[in-house]
């Protein structure tokens, strides 16, 4: 897209007109049950489910539940981006080293129009998920049980761009 002078100023009167943007982005609910290789090697299946919290505007869902299984024969953890539901939120381990040392990134996406036209909008956020802020312990059997009540991730990258 080739930018000019109107869609500068468009943008730019988005900028002035919007809410103050979030440099924080809120995960609460955070659920990691996963087997216990050395005790049942067998077991393979993991589950990892969270919640979304981002108070943003009308133009964008606030909320996101995102869940995922994943196979530790195939792919040890989520690598590529995931989708929530709703689908404009996604989130993926961009560092995994054990059940509660792991870093978790979620994007979230979505187009506004407003009176100055419509815009494109992309958040990301990142954060560390460590035993210092939840708690694992081994549950039943063979699986481990690790939950966080919320863990704030900060935004690092937030574009806005005219579609």
């Known amino acids: 897209m080739q930018l000019t002078t109107t869609t500068l100023l468009s943008a730019l009167a988005l900028l002035s007109t919007s809410p103050a943007r979030a440099a924080t982005l809120e995960v609460t609910g955070i659920s990691l049950t996963a087997p216990n290789l050395a005790a049942a090697p067998m077991t393979t299946m993991a589950l990892f489910s969270l ?8 133009a964008s869902p606030e909320e996101a539940s995102c869940s995922a299984y994943w196979d530790y024969r195939w792919i040890q953890y989520p690598m590529y981006w995931k989708d929530c539901t709703p689908s404009s939120y996604q989130y993926y381990f961009s560092r995994f080293s054990s059940y509660d040392n792991f870093e ?14 419509t815009f494109h909008h992309e958040r990301s956020a990142r954060g560390a998920i460590t035993g210092n802020n939840g708690e694992c312990v ?26």
């Open 51 to 58: 919640g979304v919290h981002e108070p943003t505007n009308s």
């Open 104 to 117: 978790l990134t979620v994007k979230h996406a979505w187009d506004e129009t407003n009176a100055t036209g």
């Open 138 to 163: 081994q549950g039943s059997g063979a699986m481990y049980s690790c939950n966080w009540d919320a863990v704030t991730l900060d935004v690092y990258n937030d574009i806005v761009t005219a579609a």
